[in-house]
């Protein structure tokens, strides 16, 4: 979790210092279950509809909002690894929406809505490209699921309206202007590299802007994105798996393979662009051997293991979630075509799909009714002051070892994306269950706020986490 303006300013006004952790790894907590929806009745024709319910009742119940909420310019849930996930986790809400046909936790989605610039405070001095361009992906998804008369694109306020803001200041900042590797979009501020998350992110941004608005720009932005990662082979048509970025000292791509978001995230560029340059079906096409190539490198048994496990740090626990979320938006768009391949593939991947939730469901998952499962924190335990299940870990093969909201969120995406085409949410309560988030609190020393081997130092009604050179002296870090 990044350093926000708001909260220097807060802390700087208040004489304090607030400590940022860096991984969801500090506290630990468990407690009897609370009032949940009822998931069985709500999906009793859909095990995924209701796996995904249940998970995403834990995801809120356990670690939304974080007890600190009120000191970010964003939404902020207890335990992410930093601005992006929390951007990540509101696509995978709406979809949830969407894939589920309810309207649970309609209104965390509504509040989830920033401007530009609430946006770009959230750490100094700006966010990176990419970090944003989660933020456009979830809003513009949102417009789509809410619909234009919830999400009015005329009123100069609303989630369509802060994904073209967002959009053209990555654009405007973003774009290379001098000309180095010709073109592309630079991954942050310091101009050091062209990584494929953010040439992805801006082509599918670019082509979908297109198909909602109807703006010629925006087909005119996606041929120019299109070109530069087709230019510098940031796809390899031999293994059809896709590079982390270009290096710039050859101008060629840097040949590393790996991270299966970057994956996804290419699956879904290609979904949307085919039909803004007119190759629709080719489209397609490279999107299902990107599928079927990231399936066969990364997967165990049919279950997708994320390139660096066990050794990932916090960022990539997410990375397979975000994978199978476009691999679902591929098998949408499939039996769009008439290439009579496709309703093969089609079976093929929510085969994947379904194996890897069944996978998830019965080795790696914990409920605290039945046993005393690991559920970690990081600003604070949770505020409802009980844990629910069922929670997930890291490994989708198994066995559970410890749940914190990236996890969480990665099985739920999962579940979200194996929903079966259709679905009807079955029971009122459940499929409109959205109750009101806890408000965040004040902490204290006495909460624990602190990182391992920082001293949390008092000073009057308001804390600090001192650095680990430091000791608390009369409440001051000295």
């Known amino acids: 979790m990044q350093v926000t303006l708001a909260v220097i300013l807060f802390v700087l006004l208040n004489g304090i210092y607030l400590g940022f952790h860096l991984s969801c790894v500090y506290f630990e907590h468990s407690g009897s279950a609370a009032s949940q929806p009822e998931c069985t009745k709500a999906y009793r024709d859909d095990v995924d509809a209701y796996r995904a319910c249940t998970a995403a009742f834990a995801l809120q119940h356990n670690w939304y909002p974080s007890p600190i909420a009120s000191l970010f310019s964003y939404p902020v849930w207890n335990g992410f690894d930093g601005f ?234 997410i990375f397979k979630g975000i994978f199978v979320r476009y691999l679902r938006y591929l098998i949408d768009e499939i039996g769009k075509s008439n290439r009579t391949a496709n309703e093969t593939l089609k079976t093929r991947f929510v085969a994947f799909l379904q194996n890897n939730s069944d996978s998830v469901w019965n080795y790696d998952r914990c409920d605290p009714d039945d046993g005393n499962c690991t559920v970690l924190y990081k600003d604070g335990k949770s505020l409802t002051n009980t844990t629910v299940g069922p929670v997930f870990s890291e490994d989708f093969r198994g066995p559970y070892n410890s749940s914190c909201p990236i996890t969480q969120t990665a099985a739920l995406d999962l579940f979200v994306s194996s929903i079966k085409e259709g679905t009807k949410c079955k029971d009122e309560v459940t499929c409109t269950f959205d109750p009101v988030p806890p408000m965040p609190k004040p902490l204290t020393c006495q909460n624990n706020p602190c990182p391992p081997e920082q001293p949390c130092c008092a000073y009057g009604s308001f804390y600090t986490c001192c650095e680990t050179t430091q000791k608390c002296v009369g409440g001051y870090c000295e």
Not at 127 to 153: C, K, Q
Not at 189 to 198: F, G, H, P, Y
Not at 237 to 260: H, I, M, Q
Request: glycine share 8%; with cysteine; charged share 20%.
């Open 84 to 317: 992006w996930q929390d951007g990540v986790v509101i696509e995978t809400l709406a979809n949830l929406m969407a894939y589920g046909n309810n309207t649970m936790y309609k209104s965390v989605i509504i509040a989830s809505l920033r401007d530009l610039y609430s946006l770009l405070e959230a750490y100094g001095p700006q966010p990176s490209y990419d970090d944003m361009g989660w933020y456009a992906m979830s809003y513009l998804r949102v417009h789509e699921v809410l619909g234009p008369d919830e999400d009015d694109p005329k009123s100069g306020y609303g989630f369509l309206a802060s994904t073209i803001s967002i959009y053209d200041w990555i654009w405007q900042n973003g774009w290379d202007k001098y000309g180095t590797c010709g073109g592309g979009f630079w991954f942050d501020q310091t101009l050091a590299s062209k990584q494929l998350v953010e040439n992805a992110q801006m082509l599918f941004l670019a082509a979908k802007l297109h198909r909602i608005t109807g703006e010629d720009r925006f087909s005119n932005d996606t041929r120019r994105i299109w070109e530069f990662i087709d230019r510098y082979k940031l796809i390899d048509y031999e293994t059809y798996l896709v590079a982390d970025g270009v290096n710039l000292t050859t101008c060629t791509t840097n040949r590393v393979f790996g991270p299966s978001y970057n994956m996804g995230l290419m699956i879904g560029a290609l979904v949307e662009a085919g039909p803004v340059l007119k190759s629709r079906d080719q489209f397609i096409e490279i999107a299902e051997k990107i599928a079927l190539g990231t399936i066969r490198n990364l997967s165990r048994n049919g279950v997708i293991v994320e390139y660096c496990f066990p050794h990932c740090d916090a960022d990539a626990k």
